[in-house]
């Protein structure tokens, strides 16, 4: 049996049938077309599937399709419309950007989860010491980098965003589905 899921994803109403045993992650990518996210574990450990759930990073991997209903979802595709156009750089978001200017990426399999994380993580720690960003980011696993400049960029893109004075995450935010399904950055 199919249900029909309806959300918000990247600022746009969007929906689709799902079974209810879909994981979010596949309703993304194989309903929705949006293969940014990415799967990279089958034990909710590795954080390649990271997006927004009303503004907060959850493990779409470990969230039913079904617990999206009626909620709102960003995804790598929309990160760089959740700041107003004057605080991009170059079209991207202040993280994007950052991870490009302080080479925080290799083969880039990670980085949207990376990304995604470290939105949720500068949104209540707009100043984050680098032990809190190694903390904030400990979920999330990178097989190339070293995590030396994921730091650094994640530092970087600190700066931009207060400079700007804008919320990584933009307007978002409020409900969301509990620790279970944040596991996020965990
Ligand atoms: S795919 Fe690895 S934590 Fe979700
Ligand atoms: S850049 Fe390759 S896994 Fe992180």
């Not at 990247?10 to 929906?15: D, K, L, M, R, V």
């Amino acid at each position: 049996m199919e249900v029909t899921v309806r959300l918000t994803v990247n600022g746009q109403p969007a929906q689709g049938s799902a079974e209810p045993r879909t994981l979010l992650v596949h309703f993304l990518r194989d309903t929705l077309g949006l293969t940014g996210t990415h799967v990279g574990c089958d034990t909710s450990q590795c954080g390649a599937c990271t997006v927004l759930l009303d503004g907060h990073a959850v493990k779409s991997c470990t969230t039913l399709a079904v617990q999206a209903d009626g909620h709102e979802v960003t995804t790598v595709e929309g990160l760089a419309d959740l700041v107003p156009p004057e605080a991009r750089i170059e079209g991207l978001h202040p993280l994007q950007a950052a991870f490009w200017e302080r080479h925080g990426l290799q083969c880039g399999f990670c980085t949207p989860g990376m990304l995604m994380t470290a939105a949720d993580l500068l949104a209540s720690k707009p100043d984050p010491s680098e032990a809190e960003i190694r903390e904030g980011l400990e979920g999330n696993i990178c097989r190339c980098t070293g995590y030396q400049n994921i730091v650094a960029a994640v530092r970087l893109a600190a700066e931009h965003l207060r400079s700007a004075g804008v919320s990584p995450v933009g307007a978002s935010g409020g409900t969301t589905l509990g620790d279970a399904a944040r596991g996020g950055a965990r």
